[in-house]
């Protein structure tokens, strides 16, 4: 049950270390991140601040950027404000949802 | 007191039928509830509607009908769904006729309505939320208005002993925690045992999505047989913590991440999930992996529920038009872009646009930069790209000279393009306001199949 934290000399870039997925909620996108073994969440912590994460996405978020931790979980949480092009029903965008945005941040080198 | 036994059989309008019949068959369940209607598929639902009074109901509720009924009847297992979308009346009848065909005998259909809250928005000119405007601003184009019905308007449904419940418009968590409080007997105001029961209902909702489904990363992620997925099912114990599971001898599987990616799936605040019925409080839950595909979780809780439930608006937004077409081999991201620069030059002189200028767009090539413009886009050579261009335009007519203008790119533009599509759709957008619990009144009508001797 209790994975003691990854030898990160290995280990490259977030994807290695962590699943990510997003959703829609509005115009708001939700993105969650999980580390595979919940011993690496300080990695996470350190990371994904919410202006990494709003840099990341420049161009594509255009507000702001709110984090949840949940430590115990072994997991960050975002929501990205003005994320959706007005939202799923009216954006011109193909992934209305924002489904895609989850693994686009899995590429942060570590 | 035995746990009671709820599985998921659709995350979506479009889902696979086959894990809910066997979750029909071998789960022995006491309920299969099936969530079905999302803001784009009640818009499309209500446009039916519109069209013929008589349809507006779920375009797969025949097939799933068919496919579950047998082994529900037979189970025991009561039905719980959503897929009466935009004409649960209309719905409950079809229920009963796809009955009737399979050979069944007896069969109480549960129909529960009160979500279409059009009238009340006609008249009451409450603020939009996420916007400065109010309702008022929708006048001439509004079309529909659904509220979230909550877990209290299936109870009656539920109380009869219906085999098969059909909804409009309820928050999806309430079509799972409906049945919970009343086995359970769970008050209405047992928030922190209302907040359990709906993070059950949030981890079942988007069915394969806690067991398996959207997750697998090929080498970082393995998931075995999606090609044969299970659906969710949990075990529920009294006190709201539960088991989820899924089917022995299905593809996919129940673990912690699986969980976990469900747990904060489109939640925002976890402290605060917003629902018809309560508030729920997520900051605190934890899984524990029991065996292989067997997750307990506990540790959600609740505070009382919002005064007001929400409400989507539907509103004409204009059309959208949209034409593609692929560009593959040496220099294919080349030639892509060079008809793109075609198609800005196009739009860009009035003489040459037929209407499309100075309208929104997006003009992007697939492979390289569609999905998150140009700053995360692939700098590599792909092989293959596909254009596209996606118009907001205010008439069909401009809308169609979307596609068109990506069609005279066969002969007018670079070479070797193929594969062109085009499309037309009405844009129906969706608002949200907040209405008065005291505005809205559920109604549960009961239809009976009683034939035979």
Redesign the interface.
């Known amino acids: 049950?209790s994975m003691p934290p990854t030898d990160l000399t290995a280990k490259r870039t977030l994807?290695?270390i962590a699943?990510a997925?997003s959703?829609?909620?509005?115009?708001?996108a939700?993105l969650?991140v999980?580390a595979?073994v919940?011993a690496d969440y300080p990695v996470l912590e350190r990371l994904l601040t919410e202006e990494r994460v709003r840099a990341?996405?420049?161009?594509?978020v255009q507000g702001p950027v709110q984090r949840?931790t949940?430590p115990?979980?072994?997991?960050v949480?975002f929501?990205m404000f003005d994320a959706l092009d007005?939202?799923?029903?009216?954006s011109?965008?193909?992934?209305a949802h924002g489904k895609?945005?989850g693994?686009?941040l899995l590429?942060l080198p570590l | 007191m035995t746990p009671y036994r709820i599985g998921s059989g659709a995350g979506y309008a479009g889902d696979r039928i086959d894990p809910a019949v066997d979750l029909a068959e071998r789960g022995e369940l006491d309920a299969l509830v099936f969530e079905c209607l999302a803001?784009?598929t009640i818009?499309l639902a209500q446009l039916r509607r519109a069209t013929n009074p008589a349809a507006g109901y779920d375009l797969m509720l025949k097939a799933r009908m068919r496919a579950v009924l047998p082994a529900c009847v037979r189970n025991g297992v009561t039905i719980i769904t959503n897929m009466g979308a935009a004409n649960p009346m209309a719905a409950g009848q079809v229920v009963l006729d796809v009955a009737r065909e399979l050979g069944i005998q007896r069969l109480r259909v549960a129909v529960v309505t009160g979500d279409d809250v059009l009238p009340w928005a006609q008249v009451h000119n409450a603020p939009l939320?996420?916007s400065s405007d109010s309702v008022r601003s929708l006048d001439g184009r509004l079309i529909w208005a659904n509220d979230y019905l909550g877990a209290d308007a299936l109870l009656p449904a539920l109380r009869a002993e219906a085999n098969v419940v059909i909804t409009g418009r309820v928050a999806d968590p309430s079509l799972f925690l409906a049945p919970l409080m009343l086995h359970f007997g769970w008050a209405a105001d047992d928030w922190p045992r209302l907040g359990q029961g709906l993070l059950v209902g949030h981890l079942l909702e988007c069915a394969a999505q806690v067991s398996g489904g959207?997750?697998a990363?090929p080498g970082?992620?393995d998931m075995p047989d999606l090609h044969r997925v299970g659906f969710p099912l949990a075990e529920v114990s009294a006190d709201g913590s539960a088991v989820i599971t899924k089917l022995p001898g299905t593809g996919g599987r129940v673990d912690?991440?699986s969980c976990?990616?469900q747990?904060?799936?489109?939640?925002?605040?976890?402290t605060n999930y917003l629902q018809a019925d309560v508030v729920g409080d997520f900051?605190?839950?934890?899984?524990?992996?029991l065996a292989p595909d067997r997750v307990h979780v506990h540790g959600a809780s609740g505070h009382a529920r919002p005064e007001q439930l929400k409400v989507t608006l539907?509103y004409r937004?204009g059309f959208?038009g949209e034409g593609q077409i692929s560009y593959a081999g040496p220099g294919a991201r080349a030639r892509g872009e060079l008809a793109l620069s075609i198609l800005r030059h196009r739009l860009q002189d009035a003489k040459l646009s037929h209407g499309l200028t100075g309208l929104?767009?997006?003009a992007?090539l697939?492979g390289v930069n569609?999905?998150?413009?140009?700053?995360?886009g692939a700098d590599r050579e792909p092989y293959e790209v596909r254009l596209?261009l996606?118009?907001?335009c205010s008439t069909c007519a401009q809308a169609e000279a979307v596609g068109q203008e990506v069609e005279a790119l066969y002969l007018n533009g670079p070479a070797g393009g193929g594969g062109v599509t085009q499309s037309v759709r009405e844009?129906?957008?969706?608002a949200?306001t907040l209405v008065p619990r005291s505005s809205v009144r559920p109604r549960c009508d009961i239809l009976e199949l009683h034939t035979g001797h």
């Open positions: 049950m994807r290695d699943i997925r959703g829609d909620k509005g115009n708001r939700t969650s999980i595979l919940a990341h996405f420049a161009g594509v949840y949940l115990h979980l072994g997991a949480h929501v007005g939202g799923v029903t009216r011109l965008a193909l992934d895609t945005l693994s686009a590429d | 803001e784009r818009a939320i996420d959207y997750l990363d970082h992620v912690r991440l976990i990616a747990l904060l799936y489109e939640v925002e605040d976890p900051s605190q839950v934890r899984f524990s992996q539907g937004d959208m929104e767009h997006r992007e697939i569609a999905m998150h413009g140009p700053q995360l596209r996606a118009v907001r844009v129906i957008a969706a949200s």
